[in-house]
Antibody
């Protein structure tokens, strides 16, 4: 059974960098697929932040691209999100998820973490 | 960027009734790369439908998806108590992947 678990600080100060890690169990990241981050502000809809291929290629939402870095650590079976220069607008539940597609056949996210609330406040 | 508009915003129905949810795209969704998710309070989204009409693993057959191009529909044939939730559509064929704003299916 594939499981994903987000971890990281629940409170970040404005202008600082938000850092989250997603630990995957039940599947080896190095075996393939894309791994993504999605966020959801309280009471609002979902926004795709970006994804990373198992090889390390990254794809970011243009609206956040200047502030986002996604990386993968296959030795720990983890991938990570860094979002710089955060403001209150970045307060959201952050989800990590698996995208089992590839360049030829895109697929949606099939396994998700439970999500972690990150609040941006001084 | 493809903008997805879902309607209605809220659907008030009784258990046993049929639910029809709409998702309209601002431009054609390539190869029907359109998915539907269900989200309950405090939970992560759950994949229901992909490729516009294929049910994900373990999804009951009362859930069905249809459509192509810019107009897509999620139908729940007979609402069960556990189906009252928020539903999102997502297009994943063009970058950036985008989601609709959601339709809440509530108990009447």
């Amino acid at each position: 059974q594939v499981q994903l678990q987000e971890s990281g600080p629940g409170l970040v100060k404005p202008s600082e960098t938000l850092s989250l890690t997603c630990t995957v169990s039940g599947y080896s990241i190095s075996s393939g697929y894309y791994w993504g981050w999605i966020r959801q502000p309280p009471g609002k809809g979902l926004e795709w932040i970006g994804s990373i291929y198992h090889s390390g290629s990254t794809y970011y939402n243009p609206s956040l691209k200047s502030r986002v870095t996604i990386s993968v650590d296959t030795s720990k079976n983890q991938f990570s999100l860094k979002l710089s220069s955060v403001t209150a607008a970045d307060t959201a539940v952050y989800y990590c998820a698996r995208d089992p597609g590839d360049a030829m056949v895109p697929l949606p996210f099939d396994y998700w973490g439970q999500g972690t609330l990150v609040t941006v406040s001084s | 960027e493809i903008v997805l508009t879902q309607s209605p915003g809220t659907l008030s129905l009784s258990p046993g009734e049929r639910a029809t949810l709409s998702c309209r795209a601002s431009q054609s969704v390539s190869s029907s790369y359109l998915a539907w998710y269900q989200q309950k309070p405090g939970q992560a989204p759950r994949l229901l439908i992909y490729g516009a009409s294929s049910r994900a693993t373990g999804i009951p057959d009362r859930f069905s998806g249809s459509g192509s191009g810019t107009d897509f529909t999620l139908t729940i044939s007979r609402l069960e108590p556990e189906d009252f939730a928020v539903y999102y559509c997502q297009q994943y064929g063009s970058s950036p992947e985008t989601f609709g704003q959601g339709t809440k299916v509530e108990i009447k």
